[in-house]
T-cell receptor
């Protein structure tokens, strides 16, 4: 079945450590997105990519980095520069003909100890 | 500025009762409109979408929504709520190009047996 796979589902890190969240899709979608979700704040866009080897900052890109070396993959690195990284992270993708219609992974919950 | 508002942070309904979740948007062009549902600890799932044409759209799980251009609204309705409908509901607006999708803050739905 086609879909989006995020891993790990739960991740703990110590302050000062970088962590990378994986996102893989087999939907053949061009666009991929990373959102951050905090209680009561809805979804905030971190980064998005419309094509391989290209990506744009979203509303809250500071302290995060991404790469898009393959169409199927869009990993997110939460760096030590992110001051409040504890959150639920959601990856999504969309196809060209269904602009704006997003397909989501099941999320990764990051907790900083 | 483009925005989506969901006036109700939390709604409680009895099982079997009807439901209406409100959504208002501010968007310069003809919008694409979406409703997503999120169960606790999960990703978001598309309930329904409006691109053009008939302003009353049907979705999955017995949900429907009506686009009212004059009121800039896209309210979600269900005639009879089931206990399994308890979740977080997000209204979203997109564009003709797959730039970023703008999400509302969400409405949390509780269902009383």
């Amino acid at each position: 079945d086609g879909g989006i796979t995020q891993s790990p589902k739960y991740l703990f890190r110590k302050e000062g450590q970088n962590v990378t969240l994986s996102c893989e899709q087999n939907l053949n979608h061009d666009a991929m997105y990373w959102y951050r979700q905090d209680p009561g704040q809805g979804l905030r866009l971190i980064y998005y990519s419309q094509i391989v080897n290209d990506f744009q900052k979203g509303d809250i890109a500071e302290g995060y980095s991404v790469s898009r070396e393959k169409k199927e993959s869009f990993p997110l690195t939460v760096t030590s520069a992110q001051k409040n990284p504890t959150a639920f992270y959601l990856c999504a993708s969309s196809g060209r003909v269904t602009a704006g219609e997003l397909f989501f992974g099941e999320g990764s919950r990051l907790t900083v100890l | 500025a483009q925005s989506v508002t969901q006036p109700d942070i939390h709604i409680t309904v009895s099982e079997g009762a009807s439901l209406e979740l409100r959504c208002n948007y501010s968007y310069g062009a003809t919008p694409y409109l979406f409703w997503y549902v999120q169960s606790p600890g999960q990703g978001l799932q598309l309930l329904l979408k409006y691109f053009s044409g008939d302003t009353l759209v049907q979705g999955i799980k017995g949900f429907e929504a009506e686009f009212k251009r004059s009121q800039s609204s896209f309210n979600l309705r269900k005639p009879s709520v089931h206990w399994s409908d308890a979740a977080e509901y997000f209204c979203a607006v997109g564009a003709t190009s797959y730039d970023k999708v703008i999400f509302g803050p969400g409405t949390s739905l509780s269902v009383i047996p």
